[in-house]
């Protein structure tokens, strides 16, 4: 069954930062969404449903969010729905909203997904002890650290490659004014940043922050009217067991089998030649080149020789995360939605200072979990032949 | 005997709420003995104040000062107060009406009996006498006709924080969840057999592979893993971490190793501490055997075994543990 072309029309971030004392929740949603709708040239009351995205409940300690927001944010007498699959959820929550359109069951469909990592402690949230069993948890840092010393001893990678993404990723924050983490940094002062969850370094993790990301997704009719809509030219989710007997932690299945299913909709035969852009949902520095391995942009063990060899910089064959990725702005529950926003943003010419040239189609990618759940799309200028 | 293992469970944590211009309007007033409602686009006046209103979407700006008098509108009656509530004897909860207000709030009414409370009754705001910045300030709703005067509001002259732009813009919000928490049949067998020394796995019917813990079914086949197999409480470590960052609620020391741990005969690493050995020289293929804790300290936990430790044998090859990488 065909879908209906639908297309991203507007794009809204607040800035990012370590703490947005200045306001609540729903502030912070209402900050991208306005910003979003402004983009769309829409009002609320235009939009016909509304769908939330935020980071599992503990990490805030807000169990039902879109009970709590549903009034401010504009969604009194329409669907509300909220999505949630752990780190992957931005992007999960965009492919929802845009499901709700391509499917015809609305018209304009705003999505909104936020953290407020400064009213919690992730870390903690993450890390709690479970009766019976060993309490060598540590984080998300923790938790990934081994299967990124198991990615650098498979693919023989030179130590130094993580360092390269995160002093690139943060560099490249320096063009986006959003961003959380803005500095230059050089692979040096990476490498003798302090050693966290050995083999990740400071410099190599993403920040806390604060922060909301919003889009406007309009179907057809809607999407021709836009100046510069980003159409959707696929969208796949997956998702795997947390655990099993010889379960692929480096590159998982899931994550396999998402990106194939992807670039098939897309009618992309070849990710590195046909994608311009990419925004990769890079927690920690080496998950460049494991996700580009994942992703098909380059064979099993060879994903850091693209990080190594410059293509993955702004002006590289696969530019990886201009914006600074989620390296330099992690608002859990909205990471994922940053990465197709700003996946949108380089799709409409839109990306600012951080715009990589003459860009046709773009990747976002999140995930999230135990590298367990996978959502990612691609937009592309034309639109789709349905 | 129970066939499942069970464990007190406390997750708490007190969460920090940034409350924004509107509500942080809402609070600083209640500090400083004022009810601040907000007029809506539709003639409404409602307290505690929407951040946006409900029909333009726009930020609330136009604040009113309400009455710390009311009408009551309706209301319940807690005859079994639970942890923090607003009181620790019966009482009610009450939806007020102001006075200036179109619309009712909700909080706690102190009266002895719900033969006190009636819809209409006139009631008035029992203020805290040490404010604290947060709905508590406003600490009840009391008949308007009976009790001794409490302070009244108008205390103006009361420092809050001497300057006039020391208003809320945050509160505290702990929350703590107990909770029992159950081990699966499966995994309550392993931590029982761990009570005696040994360790054990479940083989899948269908795949062959041993899962250590035990899991009522094969996350690959679906199917039960019924037949129990002893495994050897030596192993192969994987793969690792080292942790130096300290956290909340950690239970380790920093720096430690947390690594995979293939047991022989196992398919799946469990994870575990690797000690008796500088963290720098922990690597891919090291050999280890478990170093349990003298026998009187043990339960039915994988803390039984306090780390693993070398064996002093050479490293497996890659081979051999590759596939769980």
């Known amino acids: 069954m065909a879908k209906i072309p639908a297309a991203v029309i507007g794009v809204g971030q607040t800035h990012y930062r370590a703490k947005r004392e200045d306001v609540s929740m729903a502030g912070l949603c209402r900050e991208a969404m306005d910003r979003a709708l402004e983009d769309a040239g829409l009002g609320l009351d235009e939009v016909d449903a509304i769908v939330v995205g935020k980071a599992p409940d503990l990490f805030e300690g807000v169990m039902m969010p879109e009970l709590y927001l549903a009034e401010a944010l504009g969604a009194a007498g329409k669907p509300l729905l909220r999505v949630h699959t ?114 990740i370094r400071y410099d190599e993790t993403c920040p806390s922050s604060d922060g909301a990301c919003a889009l406007v997704i309009a179907s057809d009719d809607v999407a021709q009217g836009s100046a510069d809509p980003a159409w959707i030219h696929g969208t796949v989710m997956r998702s795997e067991p947390t655990t099993a007997a010889e379960r692929d932690q480096v590159n998982p299945q899931a994550g396999r089998d998402a990106a194939a299913a992807l670039w098939k909709q897309a009618g992309i035969t070849d990710p590195a030649a046909e994608i311009d852009a990419a925004e990769i949902y890079v927690p920690f520095s080496w998950f460049e080149p494991m996700w580009l391995e994942n992703l098909g942009f380059a064979d099993e063990g060879e994903g850091w020789r693209l990080t190594e060899a410059g293509e993955t910089g702004i002006d590289g064959r696969i530019p990886v995360n201009c914006s600074g990725g989620v390296l330099s702005s992690n608002p859990i529950g909205a990471s994922g939605m940053i990465r197709f926003g700003e996946a949108a943003l380089q799709v409409r010419g839109a990306a600012g200072d951080h715009q990589v040239d003459g860009v046709r189609r773009a990747l976002g990618h999140a995930y999230g979990g135990g590298s367990q759940f996978f959502s990612m799309w691609v937009l592309g200028v034309d639109r789709p032949a349905n | 005997m129970s066939r499942t293992l069970q464990a007190p469970v406390t997750v708490a944590f007190d969460y920090t709420r940034s409350v924004g211009p509107v509500l942080g309007r809402f609070f600083t007033g209640l500090q400083e003995r004022r009810i601040v409602g907000a007029r809506l686009s539709d003639g409404r006046v409602v307290a505690p104040p929407p951040e946006f209103d409900p029909v333009t979407h726009a930020p609330t700006t136009d604040f009113v000062d309400l009455g710390d008098t009311g009408t009551v509108t309706s209301w319940t009656w807690v005859s079994e107060p639970v942890a923090g509530q607003p009181f620790d004897r019966p009482f009610a909860f009450a939806l007020v009406t102001p006075e200036g207000a179109t619309e009712p709030m909700l909080h706690a009414l102190d009266v002895a009996s719900p033969e006190e409370v009636a819809t209409g009754l006139r009631v008035r705001a029992r203020w805290a006498e040490e404010p604290k910045g947060g709905i508590t300030d406003l600490v009840c709703w009391e008949p308007a006709a009976s009790g001794p005067d409490a302070p009244r509001s108008g205390a103006a002259d009361r420092a809050v924080g001497g300057t006039e732009d020391a208003g809320v813009t945050g509160i505290v919000t702990p929350v703590s969840l107990d909770y029992t928490y159950a081990a699966s049949p499966e995994e309550s067998s392993f931590f029982r057999a761990l009570a005696e020394g040994r360790i054990i796995g479940q083989r899948c019917p269908a795949c062959g592979k041993v899962y250590v813990p035990p899991r009522p079914a094969c996350p690959v086949d679906g199917v039960p893993t019924e037949e129990e197999v002893e495994l050897s409480d030596t192993g192969t470590v994987t793969t690792f971490c080292v942790v130096n960052v300290p956290f909340l609620g950690q239970r380790i020391t920093p720096p430690y190793v947390s690594a995979y741990v293939l047991l022989d005969g196992a398919d799946i690493a469990i994870q575990h501490l690797i000690l008796d050995i500088p963290a720098e020289e922990v690597r891919m293929g090291l050999r280890v055997r478990a170093v349990w804790k003298p026998r009187a300290e043990w339960g039915t936990t994988i803390e039984n075994i306090s780390h693993f430790a070398p064996t002093g044998e050479p490293d497996a090859d890659y081979e051999t543990y590759q596939h769980h990488l």
């Open chain 1, 86 to 199: 752990a780190g992957s959820v931005g992007g999960s929550t965009a492919i929802v909203a845009a499901s709700l359109v391509q499917a015809g069951v609305h018209r304009k469909v705003l999505t909104v997904s936020f953290e407020k990592q400064s009213e919690s402690n992730a870390m903690w949230a993450l890390s709690v002890p479970v009766p019976f069993v060993m309490p060598v948890h540590a984080g998300a840092g923790g938790y990934f650290a081994p299967h990124v010393r198991s990615y650098i001893r498979r693919s023989g990678a030179p130590t130094h490659i993580g360092a390269m993404v995160a002093a690139k990723d943060r560099t490249n924050a320096l063009r986006n004014p959003y961003a959380h983490l803005r500095e230059e940094k050089t692979v040096e002062q990476v490498l003798s940043s302090t050693m966290l969850w050995d083999p």
